[in-house]
């Protein structure tokens, strides 16, 4: 994306989701830099 519209986007891998937002909770996630958002994928009961 960020090559076509200019978007700066991260993804996160599941073993890098507790260091950027401090739970296990979810598999990933996309991080936009530009609007300061983070999409996270998986989210599951225990």
């Given at each position: 994306?960020s090559?076509q519209?200019?978007?700066?986007?991260r993804l996160?891998?599941?073993?890098?989701i507790?260091?950027?937002?401090?739970?296990?909770?979810?598999?990933?996630?996309r991080?936009?830099?530009?609007s300061a958002?983070?999409?996270?994928?998986?989210?599951?009961?225990?």
């Amino acid at each position: 994306m960020s090559g076509q519209l200019g978007i700066e986007t991260r993804l996160i891998p599941r073993s890098g989701i507790h260091s950027e937002i401090g739970s296990d909770r979810f598999h990933g996630g996309r991080v936009d830099a530009k609007s300061a958002v983070l999409h996270v994928d998986g989210d599951h009961h225990q």
